[in-house]
T-cell receptor, first 113, second 113 residues
Framework: NAGVTQTPKFQVLKTGQSMTLQCAQD?????MYWYRQDPGMGLRLIYY???????DKGEVPNGYNVSRLNKREFSLRLESAAPSQTSVYFC????????????FGPGTRLTVL | GENVEQHPSTLSVQEGDSAVIKCTYS??????FPWYKQELGKRPQLIID?????GEKKDQRIAVTLNKTAKHFSLHITETQPEDSAVYFC????????????FGKGNQVVVIP
């Protein structure tokens, strides 16, 4: 099993450009998440999807949109990138029960100039 | 929602000594408490977790204790080694079908050879 995979690994954008971060998991997990990690701020939840067909806002959703394409894939879109969105983005997934382990993808390092 | 606080933010220990990181949580319904280790440039990885019906769990040099009354839990690392140097995140997941993890801001642990 590959676990949770993310593409791309690195990306540089100019202010105002758009892009989509891709995430996929092969563990048959129902729930998927997008976090951003900034120095000293820990992991902040952007959006999550409790199950296929549902999405909900997390702590810091402004400037982002998500799509739960199917059970395996959960994408994060930046419509008009801003320098404040420079960060490392992690996708994660977990099973249905409240005590299931949450697994993280390898991350995407995004720089917005 | 759940609020998790982590102390201290940075911890330096001599190789071979013990390290203890404490976290507090706010939601008495939380029932799952994982600890993640993140090495520089890598993804967070689960190192140990504890459910609310257990007071202590140990895995080799790592242990976690939970005090539900006081709403705090701690990570204990004994006989620290240079490879224990990393950022450690605690998290808590609430009950009532809540499948979201609330993370602390992380502790930088530095093991001095």
């Amino acid at each position: 099993n590959a676990g949770v995979t993310q593409t791309p690994k690195f990306q540089v954008l100019k202010t105002g450009q758009s892009m989509t971060l891709q995430c996929a998991q092969d563990m048959n997990h129902n729930s998927m998440y997008w976090y951003r990690q900034d120095p000293g701020m820990g992991l902040r939840l952007i959006y999550y999807s409790a199950s296929e067909g549902t999405t909900d806002k997390g702590e810091v959703p402004n400037g982002y949109n998500v799509s739960r394409l199917n059970k395996r894939e959960f994408s994060l879109r930046l419509e008009s990138a801003a320098p404040s969105q420079t960060s490392v983005y992690f996708c994660a997934s977990t099973g249905t029960t409240s005590t299931d382990t949450q697994y993280f993808g390898p991350g995407t390092r995004l720089t917005v100039l | 929602g759940e609020n998790v606080e982590q102390h201290p933010s940075t911890l330096s220990v001599q190789e071979g000594d013990s390290a203890v990181i404490k976290c507090t949580y706010s939601d008495s319904a939380s029932n799952y408490f994982p600890w993640y280790k993140q090495e520089l440039g890598k993804r967070p990885q689960l190192i140990i977790d504890i459910r609310s019906n257990v007071g202590e769990k140990k895995d080799q040099r790592i242990a976690v204790t939970l005090n539900k009354t006081a709403k705090h839990f701690s990570l204990h690392i004994t006989e620290t080694q240079p490879e224990d140097s990393a950022v450690y995140f605690c998290a808590a997941k609430g009950g009532y079908g809540n499948n979201r993890l609330a993370f602390g801001k992380g502790n930088q642990v530095v093991v001095i050879p």
